[in-house]
């Protein structure tokens, strides 16, 4: 949502040099999702999935998350330009309306970018402070498969040849109070893992897409953790996305594939990430292929997703896990105010590691959810929705130490020792 108007420069930056920059755009975006997961009769339940890699998210969140995002763009007359941005986040899944213990702000970027210097190509800026850098999501996992955020600086679109262009970035990442002692080192300082992220960015042209290359080079003490975590670490992405159709398919939509390859500090859950790779075991490596999109009719969405991830030397020497995820969420479009939105998620888990020895097995999720919107397409919103959600997981995995750990299965403390289960709810999501 943008405010436009037009500002005199600040009474107490007036000068004859700082009156020539005006603040020309208040712009303020936004995320909300609520709503309720029942299960068990009318009990609140987790969320069904097997890893902290993504779950299958329609009829399966049970978060209130609001994430505000206002941002100021300053303009000098000569067409060099600065933006403000912050994101404040807040995410609970407790129910009550006074959640203080579990549902405080925090500060997800605070940054300032620079570009349209004259003397410069327009497609170079300047940034410093906390933010997101270019990541990659999925819609329908609720999952950043390649996740950039910290705080440091960098120069973005330096022009290499016509369709070829560089960024450079420089970051820190710090776990929240550190792993231990605050995270200081006596005699070195606070423990935070330093990234250096170069990356390329390759427009393909007339209709073929784009091409992104990027690696990062992470490095940590370790000496709070133990000597055989990762201390450094490294990861590379590449990926091709075109806007337009799903591979040919359809009216409107995009397609894209994803190859990925870590080690270290970037294996694992945390792979292509900066952060929460400090108790990886340092010879972990991964590597993961992702295909997704959208395809969307006149009466029809399609949101398909296919990963394949693997990792080799998983929390110790010699641990292996594997694990697949594919799924579609189809969408009717019965009317501009009414759809009917359905998904089926498929997982699969091969681990033989310290948390899970031998195990196999599949899980399979269904959903069904009668949507109310103002205008139907995929990415419209508001959305207000009424779900059904029914998992099974095959007798393997009942006690599997997944994302929710301690042997609890898919579905947590929730469903500890069942092999299947019903929830139901309501959700309101919009962006703006």
């Not at 029942?38 to 978060?63: A, C, K």
């Not at 570009?115 to 999501?137: E, Q």
């Not at 590597?287 to 969405?301: D, N, P, Q």
Request: aromatic residues 14%.
């Amino acid at each position: 949502m943008k405010i436009k108007r037009t500002f005199l420069a600040l009474a107490i930056m007036a000068t004859p040099a700082v009156a020539q920059v005006e603040i020309s755009e208040l712009e303020f975006n936004g995320y909300i999702k609520s709503g309720t997961l029942w299960g068990n009769g009318t009990s609140g339940v987790d969320s069904i999935r097997l890893t902290d890699m993504g779950r299958f998210r329609l009829g399966n969140e049970n978060e209130t998350k609001v994430d505000l995002n206002p941002s100021i763009l300053f303009e000098h007359e000569d067409g060099a330009w600065a933006k403000a941005a912050t994101r404040f986040q807040s995410e609970t899944r407790n129910t009550s309306d006074w959640a203080a213990d579990s549902s405080g702000f925090v500060v997800r970027e605070a940054y300032v970018e620079m570009g349209g210097i004259p003397a410069l190509s327009d497609s170079v800026t300047f940034w410093a402070g906390k933010r997101y850098m270019k990541n990659r999501g999925s819609n329908i996992l609720d999952w950043d498969y390649h996740q950039a955020n910290g705080t440091g600086g960098g120069v973005w679109g330096i022009p290499l040849f016509e369709n070829v262009k560089f960024d450079i970035d420089v970051a820190s990442w710090g776990r929240d109070g550190g792993i231990s002692n605050g995270g200081m080192i006596e005699g070195e300082g606070y423990n935070d893992t330093f990234i250096v992220k170069p990356r390329f960015d390759i427009d393909l042209g007339d209709g073929k897409g784009d091409i992104y290359a990027e690696f990062f080079s992470l490095s940590r003490d370790n000496s709070d953790t133990s000597e055989s975590s990762a201390d450094k670490g490294f990861a590379t992405t590449l990926g091709w996305v075109r806007w337009g159709d799903f591979f040919g398919f359809g009216d409107n939509g995009y397609g894209e594939v994803t190859l990925q390859y870590g080690s270290g500090l970037s294996a694992g859950s945390s792979l292509s990430k900066f952060a929460w790779g400090e108790w990886n075991y340092k010879d972990h490596t991964s590597m993961r292929v992702m295909a997704t999109g959208l395809m969307e009719t006149e009466s029809w969405s399609f949101m398909p997703v296919f990963v394949f991830h693997q990792d080799d030397d998983y929390l110790s020497e010699g641990g292996e896990r594997k694990w697949i995820a594919a799924g579609v969420r189809p969408v009717y479009k019965v009317n501009q105010y009414f759809s009917i939105q359905t998904e089926y998620g498929y997982e699969y888990l091969d681990e033989d590691s310290s948390a899970n020895a031998d195990t196999k097995g599949s899980l399979h999720k269904f959903t069904v959810a009668p949507t109310l919107h103002l205008e139907s397409g995929y990415w419209i919103r508001p959305q207000l929705r009424l779900f059904a959600t029914y998992a099974t997981w095959d007798d393997e995995l009942v006690d599997v130490n997944g994302k929710y750990g301690g042997n609890s299965g898919p579905g947590g403390a929730s469903f500890s020792g069942e092999k299947n289960a019903f929830t139901f709810g309501v959700q309101a999501e919009v962006w703006f």
